[in-house]
Nanobody
């Protein structure tokens, strides 16, 4: 099993910044991708950004140039630096971890989720 513990959410004004953290523990060798999803009220959960063990990153188009995902391998922790926040960024942000295999990045094993942290962007 893998446990994910999030921190860093809160209330921020438009144009402000927040940094989310997600620390993984347990059987960390069973995962090789970590990332962040978000879900706004009445909306589907959507990918924000992800990062592989090798440091390859993927971003949703709507956060490119504003958000940065990074990894601190020694602590099994990923971060999401969010700058230039907009009201439409308001959502519950969930840390995610899983394992992918093969040329098509097929997901193997369970999908692990953090508890979610609320990000509210409002004046």
């Amino acid at each position: 099993q893998v446990q994910l513990v999030e921190s860093g959410g809160g209330l921020v004004q438009p144009g402000g910044s927040l940094r989310l953290s997600c620390a993984a523990s347990g059987n960390i060798f069973s995962i090789n991708v970590m990332g962040w999803y978000r879900q706004a009220p009445g909306k589907q959960r959507e990918l924000v950004a992800s990062i592989t063990n090798g440091g390859n990153t993927n971003y949703a188009d709507y956060v490119k140039g504003r958000f940065t995902i990074s990894r601190e391998n020694a602590k099994n922790t990923v971060y999401l630096q969010m700058n230039s926040l907009k009201p439409e960024d308001t959502a519950v942000y969930y840390c995610n971890a899983h394992r992918v295999v093969g040329a098509t990045s097929f997901r193997a094993g369970p999908n692990y989720w953090g508890q979610g942290t609320q990000v509210t962007v409002s004046s």
